[in-house]
């Protein structure tokens, strides 16, 4: 069975501090992880990661992939109030699925002030 | 149940036909969202059920689309008139509901072909 699984399910920091949420996955024919950021509504695209141990870049937001443990992490430093959400992690993978696409349950992020 | 199921998990459907996508939540989670993911986009929002609130509709694209919540459980969205730019996997969440408690859980989705 397919299956993602995020941890912590959830954190509260305080403002300043760096986080580091991780996200661990047993699938077959792994294609790709995806990260989200979950406010409101819908989730918002992070960062797609393919390759083991390229480090993927937005402002204070990082993320690596190691295919050999099979897992990742997303690092958030000098964390905001603005960073408070639900972080989902995603994998594609072929077979299973009407897209093979498999949700962690995500990891609820508060930053207070 | 132990997941969130979705029904069919296919569907390949002739444009102009209509529709009907089935979420089962996980027993007791009152909170309940359609998504769409469409090839390379990110995730859609289409509709959201709380409990007995009123729906957030607010995401549905166009009168074509339509969900209901029987009894608090089974959801089905239906799409009318297909279109091809309807063609897109079509995701369910659930959740419990409970302030604080945001473990969604996802179903495997319904892959939707408008030919």
């Known amino acids: 069975e397919d299956k993602v699984v995020q941890s912590p399910l959830s954190l509260v920091v305080h403002e300043g501090d760096t986080v580091t949420l991780n996200c661990s996955y047993e699938v077959t024919n792994f294609r790709s992880l995806l990260w989200y950021k979950q406010e409101k509504k819908a989730p918002t695209f992070l960062f797609m990661l393919?390759?083991?141990?390229i480090e993927k870049k937005s402002g204070r937001l990082s993320s690596i992939l190691d295919k050999k443990e099979l897992f990742s992490i997303l690092n958030i430093t000098a964390t905001q109030t603005g960073d408070s959400a639900v972080y989902l992690c995603a994998v594609l993978h072929s077979g299973g699925g009407a897209d093979g696409l498999t949700f962690g349950k995500g990891t609820h992020l508060i930053i207070q002030p | 149940g132990a997941g969130v199921s979705q029904s069919p998990s296919n569907k390949v459907t002739e444009k102009g036909k209509d529709v009907e996508l089935r979420c089962d939540p996980i027993?007791?989670?009152?909170?309940l969202y359609w998504y769409r993911q469409s090839l390379g986009q990110g995730l859609e929002f289409l509709i959201y059920f709380q409990g007995n609130s009123a729906p957030d509709k607010s995401g549905l694209p166009s009168d074509r689309f339509s969900a209901e919540r029987t009894g608090g459980s089974v959801s089905t969205l239906t799409i009318q008139r297909t279109q091809q730019e309807d063609s897109a996997v079509y995701l369910c969440?659930?959740?419990?509901?409970?302030?604080?408690?945001?473990?969604?859980?996802f179903g495997s989705g319904t892959r939707l072909t408008v030919v």
């Open positions: 393919t390759s083991s141990g």
């Open positions: 969440a659930s959740r419990t509901g409970i302030a604080n408690n945001y473990g969604y859980t």
């Open positions: 027993s007791g989670h009152t909170a």
